[in-house]
């Protein structure tokens, strides 16, 4: 049986009917089944521990979601010794074979698509929209990286020499350690899982703790699926007891992590020290964060330009590596983007995640919200606050809300426009011109996503040319990659650039052999 051209999963039409009952239905179901504790999975065997991560809904932090069991550096060595068990029997089914564990998993994702999207609005505090177009992003990795793998398998095209078998193929690196974020916690999970798994390799999923239970379902997706034990082993834990044993330990080839700059760098200098036993140079993948602008001149189409802005800037309350952080103007119609920019965020409805009628739910817990509210009062000494500013007074108790926030003149070079928020914080600065716009827009440490709004040929192919991103969008807002189309990734201290989502993906969980006989 042939497998089917790729194309996206649709996401849902909340405006009808019939989807928000569904939709309800599931969260309804999913509230049923709170509180539940979930084990480690090492192999075959379902493991406990004496110490639990308990996670909270961040709209309501007195509701538990559910508990994880916490690995120790014990869990650790089996699970590495379990994996590379496992490894030696995965990486020896067939390419094809591999692939349809993922399009198993796709099929069975899609069937529980309201439950797990209900998950996530409980757990992550994401919107219905949000929520929904995750999972669909989830589907769409395990539908693409298993087509991408079915064309890797069959091997290198080469120059043939004369008298020569020449052939070249891609082998698995091995078993690594999966280290996702929260704020995708099923898609960006399941696109660097299923990658590496689809590659060959068994990995060790350190879910993020702020979202271990999303994390659990997929576990037990690829368990329905059939993967076998000891391809993926689940080891919840924090950081801190956990991760630099898992990122030096010999037995470790490679590290997919997605998550903030100083971790990153912290997992790529911890890498690269050679440990006794050790016979690998060991592989890093590591996006990290961003602050990302949208350039705006004065021939765009202004209210594109705005709703742009708005989208990317506040969408997910703003957490997001992709989201907008700076809105970039030119002299001659900053005040009037600004003025409607200030409008259209006027009309957002902040409140719980699971009201549909809410565009902004929570931020994502306690630290977050501290750290986001410094922002904001700094915002509010050193430039002009133009909307938002509020919070939870009690958030604790009552939830980690904070309303979208406009600061408007904030200087070039200022924390405000240097600093990664990942929050609903807005700077808006003002430029003298559109190439004094780009230099703004690339005077950061980062370079992953970026807007330009122009109707002028010679500005796109500017910007084209000297906007320093990975993921440069024209006329659209800077944040919903979509997998297959926008191959997505940073430059610079935004990460090591893995392009997921794209054909070249796979291939950073694979090492090339070539292999020449020659004719006697």
């Known amino acids: 049986m042939s497998v089917l051209p790729y194309h996206n999963e649709p996401l849902t039409d909340f405006s009808q009917e019939s989807n928000r009952r569904l939709m309800s239905a599931g969260l309804t179901e999913v509230k049923g089944r709170l509180d539940r504790l979930y084990s480690m999975v090492i192999g075959p065997s379902k493991v406990l521990s004496e110490a639990e991560l308990v996670s909270t809904n961040p709209g309501n932090p007195a509701q538990v979601i559910g508990r994880v069991a916490k690995a120790n550096q014990t869990h650790i060595d089996e699970a590495l010794r379990v994996a590379w068990q496992a490894f030696e029997r995965w990486k020896r089914v067939p390419g094809a074979a591999r692939a349809r564990y993922l399009y198993k998993a796709a099929a069975i994702m899609r069937r529980r698509k309201f439950e797990l999207a209900a998950w996530e609005i409980l757990e992550a505090g994401k919107t219905w929209a949000e929520a929904d177009g995750d999972v669909a992003e989830a589907i769409d990795f395990l539908e693409y990286y298993g087509r991408q793998l079915e064309r890797l398998s069959q091997g290198v095209p080469l120059v043939p020499l004369p008298g020569e078998d020449d052939t070249a193929f891609y082998q698995p690196l091995g078993v690594g350690a999966i280290i996702p974020p929260w704020n995708f916690p099923l898609a960006i999970l399941t696109g660097m899982t299923s990658a590496a798994i689809v590659a060959g390799n068994a990995v060790l999923l350190k879910p993020a703790s702020a979202t271990p239970i999303i994390a659990a379902q997929f576990v037990e997706i690829m368990e329905e699926a059939g993967l076998p034990a000891g391809v993926l082993n689940f080891v919840p834990g924090d950081g801190g007891v956990i991760g630099d044993h898992l990122v030096t330990h010999p037995l470790t080839r490679f590290i997919s992590f997605t998550g903030s700059r100083e971790v990153g760098l912290r997992i790529n200098r911890l890498a690269a020290e050679h440990q006794p036993g050790q016979r690998w140079?060991?592989?890093?993948?590591?996006?990290?964060?961003?602050?990302?602008?949208?350039?705006?001149?004065?021939?765009?189409?202004?209210?594109?330009?705005?709703?742009?802005?708005?989208?990317?800037?506040?969408?997910?309350?703003?957490?997001?590596?992709?989201?907008?952080?700076?809105?970039?103007?030119?002299?001659?119609?900053?005040?009037?983007?600004?003025?409607?920019?200030?409008?259209?965020?006027?009309?957002?409805?902040?409140?719980?995640?699971?009201?549909?009628?809410?565009?902004?739910?929570?931020?994502?817990?306690?630290?977050?919200?501290?750290?986001?509210?410094?922002?904001?009062?700094?915002?509010?000494?050193?430039?002009?606050?133009?909307?938002?500013?509020?919070?939870?007074?009690?958030?604790?108790?009552?939830?980690?809300?904070?309303?979208?926030?406009?600061?408007?003149?904030?200087?070039?070079?200022?924390?405000?426009?240097?600093?990664?928020?990942?929050?609903?914080?807005?700077?808006?600065?003002?430029?003298?011109?559109?190439?004094?716009?780009?230099?703004?827009?690339?005077?950061?440490?980062?370079?992953?996503?970026?807007?330009?709004?122009?109707?002028?040929?010679?500005?796109?192919?500017?910007?084209?040319?000297?906007?320093?991103?990975?993921?440069?969008?024209?006329?659209?807002?800077?944040t919903g990659a979509v997998v297959g189309a926008h191959p997505f990734g940073g430059f610079n201290m935004s990460g090591t650039d893995s392009k997921t989502g794209s054909p070249n993906y796979v291939l950073q969980f694979m090492q090339m052999k070539a292999v020449a006989e020659q004719y006697s």
């Not at 983007?337 to 009201?355: I, N």
Request: proline content about 3%; overall charge negative.
């Open 281 to 478: 140079i060991k592989r890093v993948v590591a996006e990290m964060g961003g602050k990302d602008a949208i350039v705006v001149d004065e021939t765009a189409d202004l209210e594109a330009a705005c709703q742009g802005i708005v989208q990317s800037a506040f969408g997910f309350q703003g957490q997001k590596c992709s989201a907008c952080s700076r809105a970039i103007v030119v002299d001659s119609v900053y005040e009037m983007v600004l003025e409607r920019v200030v409008e259209l965020t006027r009309d957002l409805k902040v409140g719980s995640a699971e009201t549909y009628e809410h565009q902004m739910g929570p931020v994502i817990d306690a630290q977050a919200f501290s750290k986001i509210a410094s922002y904001i009062d700094w915002g509010r000494e050193h430039a002009r606050l133009v909307y938002g500013g509020e919070r939870e007074t009690n958030p604790n108790q009552n939830g980690y809300f904070i309303a979208p926030t406009v600061v408007a003149d904030v200087e070039p070079g200022s924390k405000l426009e240097q600093e990664e928020i990942f929050g609903p914080v807005l700077a808006f600065v003002r430029a003298k011109d559109f190439t004094h716009a780009l230099q703004i827009a690339n005077d950061t440490e980062y370079g992953l996503t970026g807007s330009v709004y122009s109707k002028r040929r010679d500005r796109i192919e500017q910007a084209r040319e000297e906007f320093y991103v990975g993921n440069l969008y024209i006329n659209r807002k800077c």
